[in-house]
Nanobody
Framework: QAQLAESGGGLVQPGGSLRLSCAGS????????MSWFRQAPGKERELVAS????????YYLGSVKGRFTISRDNNKNTIALQMNRVTPEDAAMYYC??????????WGQGTQVTVSS
């Protein structure tokens, strides 16, 4: 059974950095485009960043462009989201998503990012 497991969330000060990871198991990881979404209380889930299956093409939400970096290691079945210069607006539950573009979609359980001084 396919599973995605996020880790790395926690408390970070404004202006600080945090690195999120997502490990996939039970799926042909290399066949899936991967994304990070986030959802803050009272808000809709939004796409933060995505990366294609070979790590060539990336996409970023405008408000995180230049601060966040998505990457993947297909040998380790993992993706990461490096978050720099974090702001209070980045506080949310962050979710990892796998999509093979042919109807298979998997979500992780999420990891909480709290931004506070």
């Amino acid at each position: 059974q396919a599973q995605l497991a996020e880790s790395g969330g926690g408390l970070v000060q404004p202006g600080g950095s945090l690195r999120l990871s997502c490990a996939g198991s039970g799926l042909s990881f290399r066949a899936f485009a991967m994304s990070w979404f986030r959802q803050a209380p009272g808000k809709e889930r939004e796409l933060v960043a995505s990366i294609d299956n070979i790590g060539y093409k990336t996409y970023y939400l405008g408000s995180v462009k230049g601060r966040f970096t998505i990457s993947r290691d297909n040998n380790k079945n993992t993706i990461a989201l490096q978050m720099n210069r974090v702001t209070p607006e980045d506080a949310a539950m962050y979710y990892c998503k796998a999509n093979n573009g042919m109807g298979l979609v998997y979500w992780g359980q999420g990891t909480q990012v709290t931004v506070s001084s």
